[in-house]
């Protein structure tokens, strides 16, 4: 195949630009945030899928491919795309079958020293406490209206039946709740899908994680400390998941919706993944209400999960988890598209913001932070692989110019999850991860094969692009000691 690479332009030392002009179908022009070393990587399958992307109706400004971007379904994953909310469309290739996969960060004033003789006992506890790997099965099983009330409610569910603080809430992007979710249009076989999957982590890249935060890898003290991260050696838990079987039911069923209903839209696709319906159309806005119903399952999700590692921990120590500072830092959507509002053109403008593997980065002083993050910028959770750390970033003014206020989401993966299988045997990782200090437990060894590191990129250069290309800033890097993986 061709090299796509020469159909980009350099225009900054982060920021690589596909011109309007490289494709006659292109609508807008794409963006690419990658340093040089990202860039020297950068495989011809990103680029083709940024350009398809570009060509959809109802684009606005420019397509965005964040630092960690690949190849993925539909939109690349670290594609950024927001549509107008009058004329645009919605794709479900632009949101994902894992909809509203997230990030969520819990604080503990607990230390390295604290934990580490305990730390096999925790992760051991903390695997039975939350299922992990393909079909396990939560110890809350929903009834029909129960699941109802999830997909409506989110995270007030969980703090409603005494599984999550009230606190919870103000601390997750949209409050854990996105309005004008539909349950009466989510089929059947979803729901059956969906009833006993609330705190479960699932496979693939979703993880537990207990990480240490050193004070050299704190990179802005004023800003960590308001996230909760205010000690040398602090210990704090990431978990990774989202809407499980039931979220890739609801995109399954709408894709192929949108395929067999283009037609009397009048729209043309260059990629049957990238299959669409105007916003306004029964197709668009159906779809936006059981996307919005995935997304609430996904934050109950995640929040049941955090109520389980708090009983776990609680345990363990002896202490209750408000004892152990067992707070939420942040819960952010990677998978996901909301209306927001952003300056197009100098005015205040609608949009529907599509963000495939991305994470939304709004800067301080933006009316949808908590109050306690006014004066820092939104948290910003970046998962890295289970060999190199993680990162908590914040927000900042540049993104909401560059990407309508988004930034990556992990560090983005070098290698298929097949090759990976075929190069790395899981049984010597594991133990390859024992002896560098880090404790895991996984349902399988081949699913652990799937996460190496080598299978990933450089996370530390990830983080800089960001930087460089005005996306996020970053406040501290997270160790890994512990993890559970599906």
Sequence with gaps: MENLKGLTNRISDTIWEIPKSADPDMNVPVHIYYNEELFNNLDNGVIKQGINVATLPGLVNKVSVMPDGHWGYGFPIGGVAAMDAEKGVVSPGGIGF???????????????????????????????AVPAGVGRKSDLALSPRQLDDVMV????????????WKEDRLFME?????????????????KSRGRNQIGTLGSGNHFLEIQVAKKENVYDQDTASAFGINKDNQVVIMIHSGSRGFGHQVASEYLKTFLDNMPKYGLKIRDKELAAAPIHS???????????????????NRAYMMYKTRQVFSKIFGRDAEELGMHLTYDVCHNIAKFEEHLVDGRKKRVL????????????????????????????????????????LAGVEGSMHEAFGSSAHGSGRTMSRSRAKKQIDGKELEQKMHKKGIYVKAASYKGLAEEAGIAYKNLDSVVKAALDGNLTKPVAKLLPIGNIKG
């Design 98 to 128: 894992d909809i509203n996969c997230g990030m969520r960060l819990i604080q503990t004033n607990l230390t390295r020293d604290e934990v580490q003789p305990k730390l096999k006992q925790l992760i051991d506890e903390l695997f039975i």
């Design 153 to 164: 409610n989110g995270v007030d569910w969980i703090i409603d039946n005494g599984y999550g």
């Design 282 to 300: 029964r197709d668009g806005q159906n779809y936006l209400g059981a996307m919005a119903s995935a997304a609430n399952f996904a934050f109950a």
């Design 174 to 190: 949209e409050q854990g709740s996105i309005p004008d979710a539909k349950p009466e249009l989510i089929s059947h076989k979803a």
């Design 353 to 392: 913001v599509h963000r495939k593997g991305a994470t939304r980065a709004f800067p301080p002083n933006h009316p949808d932070l908590a109050p306690q993050y006014k004066e820092y910028g939104q948290p910003v959770i970046i998962g890295g692989s289970m060999e190199t750390g993680s990162y908590v």
